[in-house]
């Protein structure tokens, strides 16, 4: 079954303490994404990667990092969680951006305390 | 900058009814645009994909329509049921690796 998977899905941590939030898919896409998603303010985009070795920051990109090392594996990490950061997020993959449809992992609830 | 904007925020409609969601777009640039159903706090499920040489997908009672001059895309749901009851997103890939969402339209149908 194509799928874009993510752990956790939900997760409760303080301020500080780095986390990761793994993000893979089985479709062999090159495109991947990370969307933050918050009430009032939509979708956001965090980070994507075009291809393995290749990425590029959204409109939100503080406070994360990422990396591509393999094409199935898109992980968003963040060193120092802080309140604001918590949010839903979402990661998604596409064969390509200019045809390709869009497919998302069910999210991953982050709390920071 | 494109803005994708959804209208209504809210729709309660009662069961068996057709009704039509709205997005409109500022910039009619785009590569193609999707509508997504998201059900509250999970994932969103594609429901269609919209190429910009295209004017409308079907799929089920769900059809689609593209009017890029104008800047609108349609969602037409026909004979609603309860199980609709979601909120729906349209989305605008503009580009450079940019997908735009709109806020989306959160839809109940009343049995």
């Known amino acids: 079954e194509a799928q874009v998977t993510q752990n956790p899905r939900y997760l409760i941590t303080v301020t500080g303490k780095k986390l990761t939030v793994t993000c893979s898919q089985n479709m062999n896409h090159e495109y991947m994404s990370w969307y933050r998603q918050d009430p009032g303010l939509g979708l956001r985009q965090i980070y994507y990667?075009?291809?393995?070795?290749?990425?590029d920051k959204g409109d939100v990109p503080e406070g994360y990092k990422v990396s591509r090392k393999e094409k199935r594996n898109f992980p968003l990490i963040l060193e120092s969680p802080s309140p604001n950061q918590t949010s839903l997020y979402f990661c998604?993959?596409?064969?390509?951006?200019?045809?390709?449809?869009?497919?998302f992992g069910e999210g991953s609830r982050l709390t920071v305390l | 900058k494109q803005e994708v904007t959804q209208i209504p925020a809210a729709l309660s409609v009662p069961e068996g009814e057709n009704l039509v969601l709205n997005c409109s777009f500022t910039?009619?640039?785009?590569?193609?645009l999707q509508w997504f159903r998201q059900d509250p706090g999970k994932g969103l499920t594609s429901l269609l994909l919209?190429?910009?040489?295209?004017r409308e997908q079907t799929s089920g009672r769900l059809n689609a329509s593209l009017d890029k001059s104008s800047g609108r895309s349609t969602l037409y749901i026909a004979a609603s049921q309860p199980g609709d009851s979601a909120t729906y997103l349209c989305a605008v890939y503009t580009g450079g690796f940019k997908t735009i969402f709109g806020a989306g339209t959160r839809l109940f149908v009343k049995a």
């Open positions: 910039d009619s640039a785009i590569y193609n």
């Open positions: 919209i190429q910009s040489s295209q």
């Open positions: 998604a993959s596409s064969s390509r951006g200019d045809t390709g449809e869009l497919f």
């Open positions: 990667s075009m291809n393995v070795e290749v990425t």
